[in-house]
């Protein structure tokens, strides 16, 4: 009987590691099946996708609610696919806002289907309310080390390969002295975020620019003809690794990028603004010292963040030229960045353990 999975993410950076995950599995089980919630990064590593995540693209406390409704319908719906396929395991990355539901109402209807969370919420940002909930996952699987130890507190043995990022992206040589611009990968983010990085480019005259976008349909999401900045390439196609080489710094919206970012050795700008409404919430619920991976992993500013206020053209230059004054200093630590986070064989690991694991989370 073919191994069946159901499997639920909501966002790109999800959906890119799902598919690592589908990679690795499919390497040591051809034979498995995969359906659910994904993108165009899964779809392509063999997901069915029964529910494309340009529907879910969600950002911040507000959105959440407007589409509450319409999300508690979906849970209902995958767990009702589960049941009538008969599927018997479950893997959910990231996306903690629907997937700590859908996990509880699965665990209820269906208490027999083996659940793995894989990139499970960032508690330890957002508090540590919804652990509860967690618990509720078969195995909980995460990709920092300090995640270990914050699960031992609660009497979970969270399982750690290391990143896989990690094996994914090396260091690479730069020769150009462009900046790329990373505006995001959602409609909230790129609306947000690209009129600021538009106006450094226009105070930065002297400046060459690559905006790099993720799908070519974003590209509805800006207003106005790029055509009239003359110091801009648009890189629709291309590679991030093909635009980090052409690139003397990157400035990012806060994501999962600015780890991918660290790993090939460019220093990066973080930027990132949402609404005040999100913003106030955030500060009620969020505890943060910095947002940024590459900080977070090493505890300390390794890549100065620029958040709220703080984002806006002038302060996003004046950044960028204290990293370019200051690149020795800043290079080093953007290799402790990677010696943080160690690791061998790490997806074929993290494959094996959902396909074959036992119950004591060891091989």
Not at 209 to 217: Q, V
Request: glycine share 6%.
């Amino acid at each position: 009987m073919d191994n069946k999975f159901f499997v639920s993410t909501g966002e790109v950076s999800g959906d890119l590691h799902l598919s690592y995950i589908v990679k690795s599995i499919s390497k040591l089980d051809p034979k498995c099946k995969f359906f659910g919630v994904a993108g165009k990064h899964s779809g392509e590593a063999g997901v069915n996708i029964i529910q494309n995540i340009d529907d879910l693209a969600i950002m911040g406390f507000v959105e959440v609610v407007k589409k509450y409704s319409f999300l508690k319908r979906k849970a209902r719906e995958y767990v009702d696919f589960i049941k009538k396929e008969h599927i018997e395991k479950v893997i959910l990355v990231d996306y903690g806002g629907f997937n700590l539901k859908f996990m509880e109402l699965l665990k209820k209807e269906a208490p027999r289907v083996k659940i793995y969370y894989y990139i499970p919420p960032k508690l330890w940002v957002w508090g540590e309310k919804r652990i509860e909930k967690l618990k509720l996952a078969d195995h909980i699987i995460v990709i920092f080390p300090w995640e270990v130890e914050f699960y031992k507190k609660y009497e979970v043995n969270a399982v750690y390969y290391g990143n896989p990022f990690y094996e994914k992206y090396h260091y690479q040589e730069r020769t150009g002295d462009c900046v790329l611009l990373l505006p995001g990968s959602r409609k909230q983010e790129v609306e947000s975020i690209f009129p600021i990085m538009e106006k450094y480019m226009e105070i930065s005259p002297e400046k060459k620019f690559i905006l790099k976008l993720s799908n070519r349909d974003h590209l509805k999401w800006i207003k106005g003809d790029l055509k009239r900045h003359k110091n801009l390439k648009v890189e629709l196609e291309g590679s991030l690794k093909n635009c980090v080489k052409k690139s003397e710094v990157a400035v990012a919206t806060s994501g999962t990028v600015t780890l991918e970012l660290a790993l090939m050795g460019i220093p990066t700008v973080v930027v990132y603004k949402t609404s005040i409404l999100n913003e106030l919430i955030a500060r009620l619920f969020i505890k943060f010292t910095y947002v940024s991976l590459p900080n977070l992993v090493l505890g300390r500013e390794v890549f100065p963040e620029l958040l709220q206020r703080e984002c806006n053209p002038k302060e996003i230059k004046l950044a960028v030229n204290r990293i370019l004054d200051n690149k020795e200093k800043v290079n080093n630590e953007i290799q402790k960045v990677r010696d943080a986070l160690p690791g061998k064989n790490i997806l074929d690991k993290y494959g094996e353990f959902i396909l074959r694991g036992h119950e004591d989370g060891k091989i």
